[in-house]
């Protein structure tokens, strides 16, 4: 095909065929009419390419067994044209249908439903390329191509393969709704593959042929089906409904101060997780001075009422930082301020730097946090102290050495068995009758001797440690010290914990450390 080729009715017999197997005339300058005659092939469709694009098409036809696609509305032909035999039962179409290979193609649908719905499809041709191909796929119910420049009619879309082409796609919109129907083409010309993949916004519950497979992409699990022609595929899909709860949630907060001789400074840091954009009330106590609000490091303008901080939460995970002056000094007992967040909260941390004048004297809270150990090692010493009173190994009375004892607590251990071994030196030597040679009479008063000078110096020592230096009261526990004390609670009310601590003036420390 063709046979006969005419022009201006008169039959032309210069023909060339190339490797290519394109026919070649040649037309003289001018108008002219060319025709090409032959007969059909035994084949469903017949492709008819176009080189040189006519500017219209007109279809003519006293057979209808044949129709042609690639003919738009207004007669603009595309790339190529192509004859489509109409099925038939009879037996001459069936034999001649059965003598062909016929068209097969994949059609790959992936839908991806979010807040908006989309379904790429992809056309793969499994037939040879040696041909061009026009097909006419059928659109899912609502389906609107997003390119302008793909033809559809009769809620199909025409796909057009050049020879050697070997797929196409294309991207359209979906109707969201509750219920979409998928169903394969009814023809074994057609191989399908459906896959969707659904948002967290939805719940997805397939009805009709099970699932083939899942397959795993990235936080999403995308069911596969691989239907039969003719197979129905319901999707029902319904928005999860909410459940009733808090839409704040407080993960962490710390709560830090610095105490000073007039004042404290308190800061108050939480990490805050809102579903949504709401506005969160936090009371603080009623002598509180509010001096900055930071949300995300970023300073936002105060609203207070009666010390109730209002904070404008943005949805998702921040940092609200509220910094506060407490006035008034610490004196002998201190108490956290309270601060009530609104809602219970978890992982609360409490925070104190007291002022290097106070003496610490004890410590309570949460479990997880500092003790004052100093009182549990005086208990120690005191049962030592009567102890040694009771041994007579020195004419020291037991409240004697507990005077001692606690007067050297400050000092190293190893220096208060010094001093204690002095004294017991110094009574043993005076116990002593036996008769003694000159060199070892000697020898034992330089060494008490040297020992008299040795536990004098750490006497001094530690009397000047007392006058000048901080006491030790042994602080442990949750990383504190002297300088700074830590508390932790996993879990807590509304109302954040309130560790408290007892404390002295320092010079009173200092005062009994010199009457000692």
């Known amino acids: 095909?063709?046979?006969?080729?005419?022009?201006?009715?008169?039959?032309?017999?210069?023909?060339?065929?190339?490797?290519?197997?394109?026919?070649?005339?040649?037309?003289?300058?001018?108008?002219?009419?060319?025709?090409?005659?032959?007969?059909?092939?035994?084949?469903?469709?017949?492709?008819?390419?176009?080189?040189?694009?006519?500017?219209?098409?007109?279809?003519?036809?006293?057979?209808?067994?044949?129709?042609?696609?690639?003919?738009?509305?207004?007669?603009?032909?595309?790339?190529?044209l192509q004859l489509n035999r109409v099925q038939s039962g009879s037996e001459q179409a069936l034999a001649e249908q059965q003598s062909i290979l016929p068209t097969f193609v994949r059609i790959e649908r992936r839908l991806n439903l979010g807040l908006e719905w989309y379904?790429?499809?992809?056309?793969?041709?499994?037939?040879?390329?040696?041909?061009?191909?026009?097909?006419?796929?059928?659109?899912?119910?609502?389906?609107?191509?997003?390119?302008?420049?793909?033809?559809?009619?009769?809620?199909?879309?025409?796909?057009?393969?050049?020879?050697?082409q070997n797929e196409a796609d294309w991207s359209s919109r979906l109707p969201v709704g509750e219920q979409l129907t998928l169903q394969a083409v009814d023809s074994a010309d057609f191989l399908e593959r459906w896959s969707v993949?659904?948002?967290?916004?939805?719940?997805?519950?397939?009805?009709?042929?099970?699932?083939?497979?899942?397959?795993?992409?990235?936080?999403?699990?995308?069911?596969?089906?691989?239907?039969?022609?003719?197979?129905?595929?319901?999707?029902?899909?319904?928005?999860?409904?909410?459940?009733?709860?808090?839409?704040?949630?407080?993960?962490?907060s710390q709560l830090e101060v610095s105490a000073g001789k007039r004042a404290s400074d308190v800061q108050l840091s939480l990490a805050i997780l809102s579903s949504r954009g709401v506005r969160h009330d936090i009371?603080?106590?009623?002598?509180?001075?509010?001096?900055?609000?930071?949300?995300?490091?970023?300073?936002?303008?105060?609203?207070?009422?009666?010390?109730?901080?209002?904070?404008?939460?943005?949805?998702?995970?921040?940092?609200?930082?509220?910094?506060?002056?407490?006035?008034?000094?610490?004196?002998?007992?201190?108490?956290?301020?309270?601060?009530?967040?609104?809602?219970?909260?978890?992982?609360?941390?409490?925070?104190?730097?007291?002022?290097?004048?106070?003496?610490?004297?004890?410590?309570?809270?949460?479990?997880?946090?500092?003790?004052?150990?100093?009182?549990?090692?005086?208990?120690?010493?005191?049962?030592?102290?009567?102890?040694?009173?009771?041994?007579?190994?020195?004419?020291?009375k037991g409240w004697q050495w507990l005077l001692l004892a606690v007067g050297l607590s400050q000092t190293a251990t190893s220096l208060m068995i010094v001093v204690a071994a002095w004294l017991m030196a110094i009574s043993w030597r005076e116990k002593q009758q036996l008769q003694w040679r000159e060199w070892q009479f000697n020898l034992m008063q330089i060494t008490l001797a040297g020992l008299t000078l040795v536990a004098l110096l750490i006497l001094m020592g530690a009397v000047a440690n007392g006058l000048l230096g901080q006491p030790d009261m042994q602080i442990a526990g949750n990383d504190s010290s002297a300088y700074v004390l830590n508390w932790y609670q996993d879990r807590t009310g509304a109302v954040l914990p309130r560790p408290d601590l007892v404390s002295a003036p320092l010079w009173i420390y200092r005062v009994l450390m010199l009457a000692w």
């Open 1 to 80: 095909m063709p046979q006969q080729v005419l022009m201006d009715g008169e039959v032309v017999t210069a023909l060339r065929r190339d490797d290519e197997q394109t026919l070649w005339m040649q037309v003289p300058r001018g108008l002219h009419q060319v025709q090409l005659r032959g007969e059909l092939p035994g084949r469903n469709s017949v492709p008819l390419l176009l080189p040189l694009t006519p500017h219209q098409v007109i279809w003519r036809s006293q057979d209808p067994n044949w129709t042609l696609e690639g003919v738009k509305d207004d007669g603009v032909p595309e790339s190529q």
């Open 119 to 164: 379904v790429e499809t992809r056309i793969t041709r499994l037939s040879p390329l040696d041909l061009p191909l026009t097909l006419n796929i059928p659109l899912l119910p609502g389906e609107q191509p997003m390119s302008e420049q793909q033809e559809v009619r009769n809620q199909h879309i025409r796909i057009s393969l050049g020879a050697g």
């Open 197 to 252: 993949a659904v948002s967290p916004v939805w719940h997805l519950e397939p009805e009709g042929i099970p699932v083939n497979r899942f397959v795993e992409e990235d936080s999403f699990t995308v069911p596969e089906w691989l239907p039969w022609p003719g197979e129905k595929l319901v999707l029902n899909l319904s928005r999860p409904k909410g459940l009733p709860g808090q839409t704040v949630t407080i993960r962490s």
């Open 283 to 396: 009371q603080l106590p009623a002598t509180a001075q509010v001096q900055q609000l930071l949300v995300g490091g970023v300073q936002q303008q105060l609203q207070n009422v009666d010390n109730r901080i209002t904070v404008s939460l943005k949805p998702g995970e921040q940092q609200v930082v509220l910094k506060w002056r407490d006035p008034g000094a610490a004196g002998l007992w201190y108490r956290f301020p309270a601060v009530d967040t609104g809602l219970p909260s978890v992982n609360a941390r409490a925070r104190i730097e007291p002022s290097q004048e106070r003496w610490i004297l004890w410590t309570g809270g949460p479990v997880m946090g500092p003790a004052v150990l100093f009182w549990g090692v005086l208990l120690a010493l005191a049962v030592l102290a009567f102890l040694l009173g009771r041994s007579g190994l020195t004419p020291l």
